[in-house]
């Protein structure tokens, strides 16, 4: 079955950096597309980053823009997310889906993972 | 401010029918499939309706999707109490090239 296990989260201070991971199973990783979407406390769900499914297009959020990369190591099956220049409004749930098959830009996450927590705080 | 609008709550009595709105522009709503999704605090949103009409397998037949225009809406019949969640309506924006979720209705069943 498939499944996307998030990891990486945690409490950082302002200004620094964070790595997070997706591994995935139990489907062709390398054929779909990859997405992050987070929720900040109390808020709702915000479209972070995707990135296609060969990693040829990536696509990002106005508010992250220039500090967050999406990328993806389809050899071991992870989808990853470089989180830098941290600030407090970052701190959310981070869930990594699973998007459209092929090279699709959509809406369609069929399956997520449960979310890490990312604490921006000094 | 979500550039998708949706109602901040809905409720309804068990075996009730609610509809949920989602209103947006020609850039995203007007050319590009809605999806909704449920979630519960704590767990992995569910994809509820994709294509704007479409039922994933799983889910019940009791929630139904439909969109005209710049507008969707996702419409839960024989209402039950584990429908009580948070529901969000989801489309691609042409113009930000990017997703956009609406702030999400929480559906209370009373």
């Known amino acids: 079955q498939v499944q996307l296990v998030e990891s990486g989260g945690g409490v950082v201070q302002p200004g620094r950096s964070l790595r997070l991971s997706c591994a995935a199973s139990?489907?062709?990783?390398?054929?779909?597309?990859m997405y992050w979407v987070r929720q900040a406390p109390g808020k709702g769900l915000e479209w972070v980053a995707l990135?296609?499914?060969?990693?040829?297009?990536?696509y990002y959020a106005d508010s992250v823009k220039g500090r967050f990369t999406i990328s993806r190591d389809n050899s071991k099956n992870t989808l990853y997310l470089q989180m830098n220049s941290l600030r407090a409004e970052d701190t959310a749930v981070y869930y990594c889906a699973r998007g459209p098959w092929g090279g699709v830009t959509d809406a369609h996450f069929d399956y997520w993972g449960q979310g890490t927590l990312v604490t921006v705080s000094s | 401010q979500s550039v998708l609008t949706q109602p901040p709550s809905a409720s309804g009595t068990p075996g009730q029918r609610v509809t949920i709105s989602c209103s947006g522009s020609s850039s995203n709503i007007g050319s590009n499939y809605v999806y909704w999704y449920q979630h519960l605090p704590g767990t992995a949103p569910k994809l509820l309706i994709y294509r704007n009409n479409q039922r994933p397998s799983g889910v019940p037949d009791r929630f139904s999707g439909s969109k005209s225009g710049t507008s969707a809406s996702l419409a839960i019949s024989g209402l039950r109490s584990e429908d009580e969640a948070d529901y969000y309506c989801?489309?691609?924006?042409?113009?930000?090239?990017?997703?956009?979720f609406g702030g999400g209705t929480k559906l209370t069943v009373l």
């Open positions: 989801a489309t691609w924006d042409d113009s930000l090239s990017g997703v956009l």
């Open positions: 139990g489907f062709t990783f390398s054929t779909y597309g």
């Open positions: 990135i296609w499914y060969d990693g040829t297009y990536k």
